[in-house]
């Protein structure tokens, strides 16, 4: 690991913040809480994750290049956001654990790392690959979604979560992974199946995403038939 060039404290430590999603198509329900979330948590960085979808889940409309570009789009000039295209380098799906794996293997074992869900996705993480281990590698940082309950499925569940739930975000740089931060993010009721159907439907969405984004669609005719 280079030794960090920074010229401000050289104890600051910094916590990457990485957001992994379909993105078909990214949106204002990504961005604006994400963005919210890195003035409350004091992020200056947060890398954007596009990911493949295991076959025998429904397939994005939009080409793994198409969705990359729309995230590249959507956060082209903004100087928070950066984004990893490793999962969708690859054409198998990649298991959100080994990329943390790999990520924290890159990082070394000092640095804070997070891991960006919404409230949805916090409800069903116990289906994911060895979901137990996924604080080993990152903190966990949940933003709330409109329509999505808090309380977790079972009282196991529940208990791990309140074990590890931190209510001061400073501690996210205090560690580099283990910790879970319920952000208080503001509230979007968007989602990308709406905006595909609205598209369906010939509606409009410029309120709903970039108008970057929104212009690629339209040019490349996605989310019409
Ligand atoms: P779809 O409708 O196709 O399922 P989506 O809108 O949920 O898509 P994803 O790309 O699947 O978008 O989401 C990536 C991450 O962003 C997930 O962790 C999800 O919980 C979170 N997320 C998506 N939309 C919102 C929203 N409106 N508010 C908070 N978090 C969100």
Not at 20 to 30: K, N, V
Not at 90 to 119: M, N
């Given at each position: 690991?280079?030794?960090?060039?920074?010229?401000?404290?050289?104890?600051?430590?910094?916590?990457?913040?990485?957001?992994?999603?379909?993105?078909?198509?990214?949106?204002?329900?990504?961005?604006k809480p994400v963005t919210s979330l890195a003035e409350q948590a004091g992020l200056d960085q947060v890398i954007l994750l596009p990911n493949n979808v295991p076959?025998?889940?429904?397939?994005?409309?939009?080409?793994?290049?198409?969705?990359?570009?729309?995230?590249?789009?959507?956060?082209?000039?903004?100087?928070?956001?950066?984004?990893?295209?490793?999962?969708?380098?690859?054409?198998?799906?990649?298991?959100?654990?080994?990329?943390?794996?790999?990520?924290?293997?890159?990082?070394?074992?000092?640095?804070?790392?997070?891991?960006?869900?919404?409230?949805?996705?916090?409800?069903?993480?116990?289906?994911?690959?060895?979901?137990?281990?996924?604080?080993?590698?990152?903190?966990?940082?949940?933003?709330?979604?409109?329509?999505?309950?808090?309380?977790?499925?079972?009282?196991?569940?529940?208990?791990?979560?309140?074990?590890?739930?931190?209510?001061?975000?400073?501690?996210?740089?205090?560690?580099?992974?283990?910790?879970?931060?319920?952000?208080?993010?503001?509230?979007?009721?968007?989602?990308?199946?709406?905006?595909?159907?609205?598209?369906?439907?010939?509606?409009?969405?410029?309120?709903?995403?970039?108008?970057?984004?929104e212009r690629y669609i339209e040019s490349q005719g996605l989310y019409r038939e």
């Open positions: 690991m280079p030794l960090s060039t920074s010229h401000s404290s050289p104890r600051q430590a910094r916590l990457l913040a990485f957001f992994g999603g379909t993105f078909d198509p990214i949106h204002y329900g990504h961005l076959p025998h889940r429904p397939q994005p409309e939009a080409s793994s290049l198409q969705r990359l570009h729309m995230v590249e789009l959507a956060v082209e000039g903004n100087p928070l956001f950066t984004v990893d295209s490793r999962e969708l380098d690859v054409d198998t799906p990649s298991y959100t654990l080994e990329t943390l794996a790999t990520l924290r293997k890159e990082h070394g074992d000092d640095c804070p790392l997070a891991f960006i869900i919404g409230q949805d996705s916090l409800l069903t993480l116990h289906k994911w690959h060895r979901w137990e281990s996924l604080l080993d590698f990152c903190h966990l940082v949940v933003m709330a979604r409109p329509g999505y309950q808090e309380q977790l499925d079972t009282p196991v569940l529940q208990n791990w979560y309140e074990t590890h739930r931190v209510t001061d975000a400073e501690k996210l740089k205090q560690k580099p992974a283990g910790f879970i931060y319920q952000a208080n993010t503001p509230l979007l009721d968007i989602s990308a199946t709406e905006i595909r159907e609205r598209r369906h439907a010939g509606l409009d969405c410029s309120d709903l995403l970039p108008s970057a984004v």
